[in-house]
């Protein structure tokens, strides 16, 4: 390849994937891209590599916790979400971490969304919490009936202090679970 030249579109079609035979991949370097095309060739959506990428660092329960800039741990903790057009709702987290939640919920918000959140911590139960967040990854069903549908959000704004409280409470948990595994 020569420097100025035009990357091409690279198509790959599905083919074993169940419920999905017939459609095609579309990898755009240009746009930095994938698309999801039908049988016909009509895209269903697309989404940007920066997604995808986070998706997978994001997923997985531990498995890509080397690539985390803060270690997580599973936690149900009562969370209030506020999205930056005043809707409200409370769910559970799945897990926490210095750098965000996962929150529990049968209709996911959008990649890329924006909320507000208020929560507290169990050894600090009359503490709130506040942060500001964005949808980086979302799970919209249940995966092996052990997972729940929800979103994966990453902290945009949070306190100093209470990403310290998180990381302290992470660390402890994390550590009784290796002294007492179930």
């Known amino acids: 390849m020569f420097w100025g030249e035009r990357l091409t579109d690279m198509k790959f079609p599905v083919t074993s994937t169940i419920g999905h035979e017939g459609k095609s991949i579309v990898i755009d370097p240009d746009?930095?891209?994938?698309?999801?095309?039908?049988?016909?060739?009509?895209?269903?959506?697309?989404?940007?590599?920066?997604i995808v990428i986070e998706r997978v660092l994001a997923d997985g329960e531990g498995k890509f916790d080397h690539c985390r800039a803060y270690p997580r741990a599973a936690l149900a903790v009562k969370v209030h979400c506020m999205t930056s057009d005043g809707r409200e709702f409370e769910s559970l987290t799945g897990g926490i971490g210095g750098g965000g939640l996962f929150i529990e919920?049968?209709?996911?918000?959008?990649?890329?969304?924006?909320?507000?959140?208020?929560?507290?911590?169990?050894?600090r139960?009359?503490?709130?919490?506040?942060?500001?967040?964005?949808?980086?990854?979302?799970?919209?069903?249940p995966e092996r009936y052990l997972l729940f549908p929800g979103m994966g959000v990453q902290f945009v704004e949070i306190d100093k202090t209470a990403?310290?409280?998180?990381?302290?409470?992470?660390?402890?948990?994390?550590?009784?679970?290796?002294r007492n595994p179930s």
């Open 31 to 50: 746009q930095e891209t994938i698309i999801v095309q039908d049988a016909s060739g009509g895209v269903l959506g697309d989404m940007p590599w920066g």
């Open 163 to 178: 990403q310290d409280q998180l990381v302290d409470l992470v660390d402890a948990l994390n550590r009784n679970r290796i």
């Open 105 to 123: 919920s049968s209709s996911p918000l959008e990649l890329g969304s924006e909320l507000f959140l208020d929560f507290a911590l169990p050894d």
């Open 125 to 141: 139960p009359l503490e709130k919490l506040r942060a500001k967040a964005k949808v980086v990854w979302v799970r919209n069903k």
